[in-house]
């Protein structure tokens, strides 16, 4: 019974070894997920080696969509959004050509307080 436990726990450890080595990290500039409107966010997305070919993708209320259609600006492997909107509340990936994503994080974008409404 022991034994089948440590088995178990070796074989998650390895699988997420050999996951990471290859796959792309989404990577915010921020310790949070959690903005207010108006800040400047940046996703990244980081491999091994480089990260030619990935894109940053995501799902919002209103659609799926990738960076640089109609929201953020792509640059070297990160996607740059200057002035971020509730709307832009969704789920963000990096995503390659063939397809391979990796995990995703959940962005989520309160209104400002208004003081004078
Ligand atoms: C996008 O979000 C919608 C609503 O939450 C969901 O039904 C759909 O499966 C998502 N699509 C992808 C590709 O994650």
């Known amino acids: 019974m022991k034994m089948k436990m440590i088995?178990?726990?070796?074989l998650f450890l390895t699988s997420l070894l050999c996951s990471?080595?290859?796959?792309?990290?989404?990577?915010?500039?921020?310790?949070?997920?959690?903005?207010f409107e108006g800040t400047s966010v940046?996703?990244?997305?980081?491999?091994?080696?480089?990260s030619e070919g990935w894109t940053v993708r995501r799902n919002t209320t209103k659609?799926?969509?990738?960076?640089g259609e109609g929201w953020g600006k792509w640059s070297d492997s990160s996607c740059a959004i200057e002035f971020?909107?509730?709307?832009?509340?969704?789920?963000?990936?990096c995503e390659s050509r063939e397809g391979?994503?990796?995990s995703s994080i959940?962005?989520?974008?309160?209104?400002?307080?208004?003081?004078?409404?």
Do not use: P
Request: net charge positive; charged share 20%; aromatic share 8%.
């Open 100 to 102: 391979a994503a990796s």
């Open 84 to 93: 971020i909107f509730v709307q832009d509340t969704g789920v963000y990936w």
């Open 7 to 10: 088995l178990l726990r070796l």
């Open 106 to 117: 959940q962005l989520t974008v309160s209104g400002k307080i208004r003081l004078w409404s």
């Open 20 to 35: 990471s080595t290859n796959q792309v990290r989404l990577v915010l500039d921020s310790s949070n997920s959690q903005f």
């Open 42 to 50: 940046t996703l990244s997305c980081e491999e091994h080696d480089g």
């Open 63 to 67: 659609r799926l969509s990738k960076c």
